[in-house]
């Protein structure tokens, strides 16, 4: 597998998303009348969108497909991943838990998980990881807890996850604001400290992450060194998630 495009959420003057390449320049972008919390890719060139009681589910060239509005709209969505044939969003309001949906948005289950979720990243053994205050939890899809990482400094709040391979990618900010490197059992192998509050992290196909921060789109090394930063010039913009588009060569 490859990944050839970037793709992040954006709230704030302007409100969509954004299509780059690797090297985050912008191919096209898309408006949403949406808040945006999160953003993922599909897995045919189409995305999916967690905005309120909605999760869209869009074509990369801007098109919609579907729009599924929760009847509750006290549900908010707060962060989506997608695996193989299946949609996992987290959601919280007047119900705290997670959805499990078809490509088409249809519900196959939901449970309830007792925690307000920032973050979702789908493993690779039908299993979730799943990031909330200073937690990393690991789950089964049916909702059964694998293990909770629990930080030991409670001033740390962990904000996203990503996984690739046999790694497990984290931003977090608070006392301290990075991302660690963990591997599937939540044991640390690294991390870095960066001075900057992170919104969404990806991991890219080099063992590098992607950051969405306020006005930024950051490319690192897992070392801590920049690769790239996408600075755009309205401060006003703020990207909230960033997901990579993964395409097979062969």
Do not use: C, W
């Not at 973050?119 to 990393?136: E, K, Q």
């Not at 969404?200 to 789109?217: C, E, F, Q, T």
Request: hydrophobic fraction near 35%.
């Amino acid at each position: 597998m490859e990944s050839n495009l970037v793709l992040a959420s954006y709230n704030g003057s302007q409100k969509g998303f954004t299509v780059r390449d690797l090297t985050l320049e912008q191919i096209s972008y898309t408006g949403i009348d949406a808040n945006i919390n999160s953003i993922a890719s599909g897995a045919n060139g189409d995305l999916y969108i967690a905005a309120a009681n909605h999760i869209y589910h869009y074509k990369t060239d801007g098109t919609l497909i579907t729009d599924m509005t929760f009847p509750d709209d006290r549900i908010n969505y707060t962060s989506v991943v997608v695996k193989g044939s299946q949609v996992f969003a987290t959601y919280e309001g007047s119900q705290i838990g997670i959805t499990v949906r078809d490509l088409d948005l249809n519900q196959i289950r939901s449970f309830n998980t007792g925690y307000a979720a920032s973050g979702i990243a789908a493993g690779n053994d039908n299993d979730l990881y799943v990031t909330s205050t200073n937690h990393i939890y690991h789950l089964k899809t049916n909702g059964e807890q694998i293990q909770d990482m629990t930080f030991p400094i409670d001033s740390i709040n962990y904000t996203d996850v990503s996984v690739l391979g046999d790694l497990v990618f984290a931003s977090y900010n608070g006392s301290q604001s990075g991302f660690t490197v963990r591997d599937l059992n939540l044991g640390q192998l690294s991390y870095a400290n960066i001075n900057v509050d992170i919104n969404g992290i990806a991991a890219g196909p080099n063992k590098n992450v992607y950051l969405a921060s306020d006005n930024h789109i950051y490319n690192y090394a897992t070392n801590g060194t920049l690769i790239a930063d996408m600075n755009f010039p309205i401060s006003s913009i703020d990207y909230t998630n960033v997901s990579l588009v993964f395409v097979s060569l062969t």
